[in-house]
């Protein structure tokens, strides 16, 4: 027997406050990725983090996640950052316009490649406006089931395109800029960076792939700093602070399973959280970013061909843990898995890229509510179980 899994035996005969202490001795076992160590913490850390200062961010689907858990729960958050996604409700709860108007999937399906050579037909990218009369529908549709909008006036948003990128075109980015400003947030609160030669990827300075390709793990190096640039938007303070070397020994595994909740969620069994030392004790003044990874970035999605699952590409080489480390930042990793129960004719359960839910994978009728998504709503499952990671996290010990 290992030496964590005696640790979790003896886990589960402790109080919550003891294990969280030895939890945090025990950093090297809980920072590697050994089966053995998978619930060792079952659950969150009181921490009491800075409950006005939370902020989201996310690429392509996380993108998605992002700005859709900023809008429904933004009396809870102060700004969120949009890399490469479109605005709130793009799908209308639908996985074809989900595939054909607020994305274009990067390995086409033989019959989307065959419609992509009839005018009119595949995937096709609209102006902001038009997507802005759908988003503002399901925004105004939706009211009850998401925090007051005049709440979003005082947060702080970061959104990226790239030039290179066809799968979510730059339209999409700036619907998603259009909306934000409809909605009262100050131009001067929001920040649109374009990069000409980038391709649909998180651009990190940990990466090695190209600036301009769209492949897997979606980690290109651009010559730009994203993470730490995104951050200090969020974050103004954070602008003279010098990024640090990120500690193998603070990243933790939890299991997400007490957030799910009853009913399928597309949640993975566990997700990933990065807790600086000088956060680990409760009450030092930390604050809370959640980063929502991409489709294909999960730590249980699995290339074609390859046996073994992706990992933790994402959580270790998107570039917030230096920030992290160097601005007092609990970051919160949550995590997807990929599930192929439905089917593109029968969505309920159908997301075999790991994708977060921006079109309504997690109920079975959701084109039926298109015009007031259930999947944006704070009630969504998806949405729910991380409000509550959040929640936990923010709590006085």
């Not at 390709?213 to 290109?220: A, D, G, R, S």
């Not at 949640?267 to 030092?284: M, Q």
């Not at 970051?331 to 004719?345: A, D, E, F, M």
């Not at 944006?376 to 499952?381: G, H, I, N, T």
Request: proline content about 6%.
């Amino acid at each position: 027997m290992s030496a964590c899994a005696i640790v979790m035996r003896r886990v589960r005969s402790v109080s919550r406050s003891s294990m969280w202490a030895m939890a945090w001795a025990l950093g090297g076992c809980l920072g590697s990725a050994a089966p053995a160590c998978a619930d060792v913490l079952p659950r969150l850390p009181a921490l009491a983090l800075k409950a006005d200062q939370v902020t989201v961010s996310g690429l392509s689907s996380g993108a998605y996640m992002a700005g859709q858990f900023g809008v429904a729960y933004s009396a809870s958050l102060s700004g969120a950052a949009v890399l490469a996604g479109g605005p709130y409700g793009c799908s209308r709860g639908s996985v074809s316009t989900a595939m054909l108007a607020c994305s274009c999937p990067a390995q086409k399906p033989f019959l989307l490649s065959l419609l992509q050579a009839f005018p009119g037909m595949g995937c096709t990218a609209f102006s902001p406006e038009v997507y802005n009369v759908f988003s503002e529908r399901a925004v105004q549709n939706n009211r009850g089931a998401i925090d007051d909008t005049a709440q979003l006036q005082r947060h702080r948003i970061y959104l990226l395109s790239g030039g290179q990128d066809h799968v979510v075109d730059r339209k999409l980015v700036s619907a998603a800029e259009l909306l934000y400003r409809h909605l009262g947030v100050p131009a001067a609160q929001i920040h649109h960076e374009d990069i000409p030669g980038a391709g649909h990827a998180f651009p990190s300075l940990q990466a090695t792939a190209a600036c301009g390709v769209t492949q897997p793990p979606f980690l290109n190096q651009c010559q730009v700093d994203t993470a730490g640039d995104l951050l200090k938007w969020l974050y103004p303070d954070l602008a003279s602070v010098t990024p640090a070397t990120d500690d193998g020994a603070a990243f933790y595994q939890f299991s997400q399973r007490p957030y799910a909740g009853a009913g399928f969620t597309g949640l993975d069994t566990t997700g990933w959280v990065y807790v600086p030392a000088a956060c680990k004790v409760a009450g030092a003044g930390c604050r809370l970013h959640v980063a929502f990874h991409g489709c294909e970035q999960g730590q249980s999605f699995r290339l074609e061909g390859q046996g073994a699952p992706y990992g933790l590409h994402f959580v270790k080489g998107a570039g917030y843990n230096r920030w992290a480390e160097a601005g007092r930042l609990v970051v919160l990793y949550p995590q997807v898995k990929p599930s192929t129960r439905g089917n593109l004719l029968e969505p309920y359960q159908f997301n075999p890229k790991g994708c977060w839910d921006f079109w309504g994978y997690t109920e079975k009728y959701a084109a039926a509510h298109g015009t007031s998504p259930d999947f944006a709503k704070r009630s969504a499952p998806q949405m729910r179980a991380v409000k509550a990671m959040i929640d936990e996290l923010l709590a006085a010990p």
